[in-house]
C-alpha cells in the first residue's frame, strides 16, 4: 500500500529536549516537505526536499532542520524545543512532475511544555 | 507571491442540503487549484484539483469545483452533503512553472449536522 509514515503520532516534551520526527515513504517520490497545522493558519511549509541531499527552506523554518540522506526518508528535528512549536505536523511526498498532488502522511501532534 | 483566501472558517449545514465552500487565490502567474479534506485526526486527502481545459471539475465523494478565472476563483460545491462529509476542507494552489510548492488556504471546518 502506498503510504507516508510517520512516527511518532503524539509526542509530549520539554522545552529545549531534542527530538526528531520522522517521515518515511513507499512510492519513490523525490520531493518530500515538512508543514505545520495552527488553528486559524492553514498549513504553513517548515522544509522540503527536491532530492536526496537537496533541501531548502519552506515558509517558517525557524527552531528546524532536516535532512535526507536516503530518498525514502526525511527526518524532521527540533534541536531545541519551545511551546511555540506545539502544533500539528504533517510530511508530505510528491513526483516532480506530479503537478503538485501531495500525498500526506496521518500527522504527529507535538506537545512542548 | 501567491496567497489563498478562504474567508468561511466554519460552515455549518443541514444533512442532504447543497454547500458551497468558498476559495479565492491571488497569484500574477498561473497556477493549479486543489481542494483537500481532513478527517478528524488524519492526514490531507486531494478531493479534486484543476490543472487546464474544463473549468469544472469532478473529485470523489461526490465534490466539484469550478474555476474561474476572471473572479480568481476556486469554490467547492457538493448538491447534497452527507454526515459523513463533516471535515475540514483546504483549497492550495501551486505555480505552474516549476517547483511543487503548495500554498494553503486557512481551511473550512464543514459540520453537517442531522
Known amino acids: 500500500e502506498a503510504q507516508v509514515t510517520q512516527n511518532p503520532r503524539y509526542l509530549i516534551t520539554v522545552t529545549g529536549k531534542k527530538l526528531t520526527v520522522t517521515c518515511s515513504q513507499n512510492m519513490n517520490h523525490e520531493y518530500m516537505s515538512w508543514y505545520r497545522q495552527d488553528p486559524g493558519l492553514g498549513l504553513r511549509q517548515i522544509y522540503y526536499s527536491m532530492n536526496v541531499e537537496v533541501t531548502d527552506k519552506g515558509d517558517v523554518p525557524e527552531g528546524y532542520k532536516v535532512s535526507r540522506k536516503e530518498k525514502r526518508n526525511f527526518p524532521l528535528i527540533l534541536e531545541s524545543p519551545s511551546p511555540n512549536q506545539t502544533s500539528l505536523y504533517f510530511c508530505a511526498s510528491s513526483r516532480p512532475s506530479g503537478f503538485g498532488e501531495q500525498y500526506f502522511g496521518p500527522g504527529t501532534r507535538l506537545t512542548v511544555t | 507571491a501567491q496567497s489563498v483566501t478562504q474567508l468561511d472558517s466554519q460552515v455549518p449545514v443541514f444533512e442532504e442540503a447543497p454547500v458551497e465552500l468558498r476559495c479565492n487565490y491571488s497569484s500574477s502567474v498561473s497556477v493549479y487549484l486543489f481542494w483537500y479534506v481532513q478527517y478528524p485526526n488524519q492526514g490531507l486527502q486531494l478531493l479534486l484539483k484543476?490543472?487546464?481545459?474544463?473549468?469544472l471539475v469532478k473529485g470523489i465523494n461526490g465534490f466539484e469545483a469550478e474555476f474561474n478565472k476572471s473572479q480568481t476563483s476556486f469554490h467547492l460545491r457538493k448538491p447534497s452533503v452527507h454526515i459523513s462529509d463533516t471535515a475540514e476542507y483546504f483549497c492550495a494552489v501551486k505555480l505552474t512553472g516549476g517547483g511543487n510548492k503548495l500554498t494553503f488556504g486557512t481551511g473550512t471546518q464543514l459540520k453537517v449536522e442531522l
Open positions: 484543476y490543472l487546464s481545459g474544463s473549468t
